[in-house]
């Protein structure tokens, strides 16, 4: 009986402090110090050798500008035994805010001197001087530490002081010593360096660490070294450099494999960089004994050419896709090319039938549950080209049920709704976009949300979902790339439907199709109406991004482009662009991207 009354007395006071606790935190984050003040007093009456209940009211005295009753406080603390030395530099930094430079350089000086006693002491103590930004303090610890127990590497945390001081050529060797040395990972350091890159090759920056590291190249002929210049010429945008930096880097390694020259190419395609892309994959072509590795670079190399075909290039591409076909038949190891071969046919050559044919015969491979979904996707969409709906919809509801919480069914249930959507069944496609704008993809869960506020916003206007339905035949147009129709079903929609909710919608997707045709000017015309006209509506912010991409990208005018990217990241925080338009913002403006 007494252990159980023992016990639940135990249990009171631990519930007590621990109440204690998160009111002392709470009050302090609310920056309402005089309650916080009050349970911190508590917390260290009743747990005197808890650090950090003790860090917890220095902070709170500090705040409230009790400076007095933080130096007793601490001047007490340090004359218990088995001190702990950081609290030297609490009550240095407590004589630094009394505006006491004399008094603070005498703790701080003890401090380290603790580190003759325990070496080990030297992390805990520079770590702390370099919290309040004590650079020079932090750096004289670690070097003491070190010099006292060669064991001790602080380094790594030196280095970054080195940076945070300015000493920036001093900081790269640093860390490049330390990655050649082996005592932390090329990604710890490359997260480091990123902080100080930036996209401009001029940058001082930049021009450091390329000297720093041809210097090291030249001293030792380290493939790291061709790793870390084809990493910093990526950054600068430099993808011919970087391809001669891969390509030394493959002729070098025993077992060489190209995941390092694809991973090259596919930011280089992205970045609309063809013609590199195209002497990058063209190489893998030319060097890759995997059968797989150099298909997946020619399919690349085609992809490329489909950009902006004529019908003769057309013709050769067909020629190629013939003699892959010839070359690899039909196996499950080789689904990505009969479906590019498939998407070709139906989107490039407007033959859908024979599309669906190659697919249907891949079908019938011994093929595992992602590998059958991933045929019947691109299935169904070559059905939708042919509106050939019902049988679409069969197929991607088989993905949908077979692959519920994968990405592949979550986007197979996207495209039931689009398809609902082109078929004029718009009950059924909001019903699948409520589903999915929970979506673990965020781009699923976006194109969701757009659909699904197009379908109910221009029902409840229109009962008779009249422009609803001259917008889906545009939208289904413009998928059929038949894009100067879609841009006339567009016209007539922004001519009988002015006013409309229907219009914004309009206005946006003829933008991106005239985009398509290169009549920049007009679709410039098209965003710029958006945000005179509809500046609180929902596609604001679509507009915004859409017109910052076109001054960057197409019409050379980074001003305006900044401008518009601005609009994002101050007026439409939330916005699905927001993360890309902050990232290109400061990419125009100079600064180092992460």
Known sequence: MKALYFIAILLITFSAVAQEDFLAKQYFNDGDFEKAVIYYEKLVEKNPRRTDYTE?????????????????????????????PTLFIELGYNYTLQNRPEKAKE???????????????GYGIGYRFQKYALLDEALKAYNKAMELNPQLDYNYQMARIYGEQGNIEKMYVSYLNLISEGKTSKSNVLRSIDDFITADPENENNLI????????????????WNELLSWLFVQQKQYGSAFRQEKAIYKRMEGANTQRLNTLGNITLEDNETDTAQEIFQYIADNSADAITKLNA???????????????ALEEIQKQFDELIALH???????????????????KKENPEKAVQVLKQSLELPLNNRGKAFVKLALGDILVFDRRFNEALIYFSQIQKNLK????????????????????????????LKVLRS?????????????????SDNSLEDSTQTSLKKYARADLLAYQNKTKEAITELDDILKNHKGEKIEDEALLKQGELLERTKAYEAAEYNYLKIIEFYANGILADDAHFKLAELYRNKLDQPEKAKTHYEKIIYNYQDSYYFPQARKNFRMLRGDAVN
């Open 439 to 455: 979506s673990t993809s965020q781009l699923i869960a976006n194109d969701a949300m757009q659909l699904s506020l197009l379908i």
């Open 298 to 312: 020619q399919l690349n190399l085609i992809d490329i050419q489909l950009l902006d075909p004529s019908e003769k």
């Open 107 to 121: 703790y701080y000086e003890k401090a380290i001197s603790q580190i003759d006693q325990n070496p080990n002491y």
């Open 209 to 224: 660490l390329k000297k720093t590291l041809l210097q090291n190249a030249q001293k030792n002929p380290n493939i790291l």
């Open 405 to 432: 919480n994968d990405v592949l069914g979550q986007n197979a249930r996207y495209k039931v709704a689009q398809t609902s959507f082109y078929k004029g069944d718009f009950d059924w496609a909001l019903t699948q």
């Open 329 to 347: 038949g039909y196996k499950a190891q080789t689904l990505q090319l009969q479906v590019a071969y498939a998407n070709f046919l139906t989107f």
């Open 56 to 84: 917890g009211l220095i902070a709170t005295y500090q705040q409230l500008e009790r400076y007095t009753d933080a130096e007793e406080f601490l001047l007490k603390k340090i004359q218990e035994p088995h001190v702990y």
